[in-house]
């Protein structure tokens, strides 16, 4: 099972980009999806989450700006993020609670991290 991240890139500051975000594998079942963070110096940091029934949670920093939604069907994640600003900048990394095939564990994955890069 694992998790591959796609869609970053340059991007000038108030411009727009979307990341997705898709598992692969034997998979039971996907509780909560979410994206993080980590710029440059600091710590990883949650943008947003996405429950299994479509619940939602966002950083105070990313509010009306990023939405997160999940397509289900295609095990996939996704972040559109809009009026980019420079300090969003950073790694972005997926990840979701899922429970792989022939098993009954809820566990933590990781994708591997997309860069995104906003300039002033």
């Known amino acids: 099972v694992q998790l591959q991240a796609s869609g970053g890139g340059l991007v000038q500051a108030g411009g727009s980009l979307r990341l997705s975000c898709a598992a692969s594998?034997?998979?039971?079942?996907?509780?909560?999806m979410g994206w993080h963070r980590q710029a440059p110096g600091k710590q990883r940091e949650l943008v947003a989450y996405i429950t299994s029934g479509g619940k939602t949670n966002y950083a105070d920093s990313v509010k009306g700006r990023f939405t997160i939604s999940r397509d289900n069907a295609k095990n996939t994640v996704y972040l559109q993020m809009n009026s980019l600003k420079p300090e969003d900048t950073a790694v972005y990394y997926c990840?979701?609670?899922?429970?792989?095939?022939?098993?009954?564990?809820?566990?933590?994955?990781w994708g591997q991290g997309t860069l995104v890069t906003v300039s002033s």
């Open positions: 594998g034997s998979i039971r079942s996907i509780n909560a």
């Open positions: 990840n979701a609670a899922m429970v792989e095939g022939g098993d009954y564990t809820l566990r933590p994955y």
